[in-house]
């Protein structure tokens, strides 16, 4: 732990003893915020230049929408925390490739965006939004936080911007692509409080201010924003898994857990070395969702459709 985190550490449960509302509301602050934006980097500036660019309102801001290709075939590419819809960028290009449409995006407080963060809520209405404007997708890539948001809008949908009367209706996908995924929203709070080394105290505080500020008016948060639980029976037919077994954010046994939650439905694929950013453009993931498509592709025209292999392999290379 570096000498600032120490300082944050100490601090916050020191001022727990003696103030404990306080203390929280100081790490609710820093719960709910992004420690910066990521920069759109020189390897993706050509072919973010190439997209359709839109907007859509939500939450606190307006996220930024990029699209590619003729339209045909729709792949949905969602980012998670303090990152940005342009490291698909290697994934863009193959799925180009394979005369797919990419469609990603920038939520509130990342990226090009406005606002200064984003909730589950604010993804699962994006990803909403999305389909209703470029949908039904063929497939849905997504990572870290957007993994969880993309189940919740699988099982229960979000509002719509381009709709005269709002409905809520699931978001229908036949493949998912689950990267680096966050099981559940309490997972994040307690990883938060561990990584900070704060008292269980704050813990318990730091999850009333979610409850409260973050979401008020939401019914049963930390079982709805659950990846286990909101597996939808009726959801993808395939899912690929992929998880890095170095990843020091996320447990590698939460994709493992998302694996078996999934059945024969999914394969897992278990890579090394990439850690929990550097996963989203690795040539042999990228190599391993290719394969994915093209494989599910030729399962659904040829005349044997098999399910995929669910024990994990490991990834293309």
């Known amino acids: 732990m ?10 916050l449960n ?50 930024v929408s990029y699209r ?21 960028a290697p994934l863009v290009s193959e799925l180009l490739d394979l005369g797919l449409s990419p469609v990603t995006f ?47 809008a699988l099982r229960e949908g979000g509002a719509r911007q381009s709709r005269l009367v709002r409905t809520r209706r699931p978001v229908r996908t036949e493949r998912l692509v689950a990267i680096s995924g ?35 008016g939401e019914e049963d948060i930390w079982s709805r924003f659950s990846v286990p ?17 170095d990843d020091d954010m996320v447990d590698p046994a939460c994709s493992r857990a998302l694996a078996d939650a999934l059945g024969d439905r999914a394969e897992l694929v278990v890579t090394s070395g990439l850690g929990h950013r550097r996963i989203i453009g690795d040539p042999q993931v990228t190599a391993s969702v290719r394969d994915f498509v093209v494989r599910e592709r030729a399962a659904r025209v040829g005349p044997a459709a098999g399910r995929p292999d669910p024990s994990p392999r490991p990834a293309a290379g």
């Not at 969602?78 to 698909?88: C, I, L, P, Q």
């Not at 990584?195 to 999850?207: F, K, P, S």
Request: with cysteine; net charge positive; proline share 6%.
């Open 229 to 245: 639980r909101t597996v939808p029976e009726a959801g993808p037919a395939s899912v690929l898994v992929i998880h890095d077994a």
């Open 106 to 152: 920038d939520a509130p407080g990342h990226g090009d965006a406005t606002g200064e963060t984003m909730t589950i809520v604010d993804l699962r209405d994006i990803i909403a939004e999305l389909d209703a404007r470029h949908g039904p997708f063929e497939m849905v890539v997504a990572h870290s936080l957007g993994v969880t948001a993309t189940f919740l």
């Open 182 to 216: 966050v099981p559940d929203f309490a997972y994040l709070v307690d990883r938060f409080c561990e990584r900070l080394g704060l008292r269980a105290r704050l813990n318990a505080e730091l999850r009333g201010r979610v409850e409260r500020e973050l979401f008020p």
């Open 68 to 88: 590619w290709g003729t339209g045909a075939r729709p792949v949905l590419l969602v980012h998670g925390w303090e990152s940005r819809g342009s490291r698909f």
């Open 2 to 11: 570096d000498f600032a985190m120490t300082a944050v550490r100490t601090a």
């Open 14 to 63: 020191g001022a727990s003893y003696v103030a404990p509302r306080l203390a929280g509301g100081a790490a609710f602050r820093l719960f709910r915020k992004p420690r910066g934006r990521s920069r759109l980097r020189p390897d993706e500036r050509a072919l973010t230049d190439r997209a359709e660019v839109g907007e859509i309102v939500v939450g606190g801001g307006k996220a």
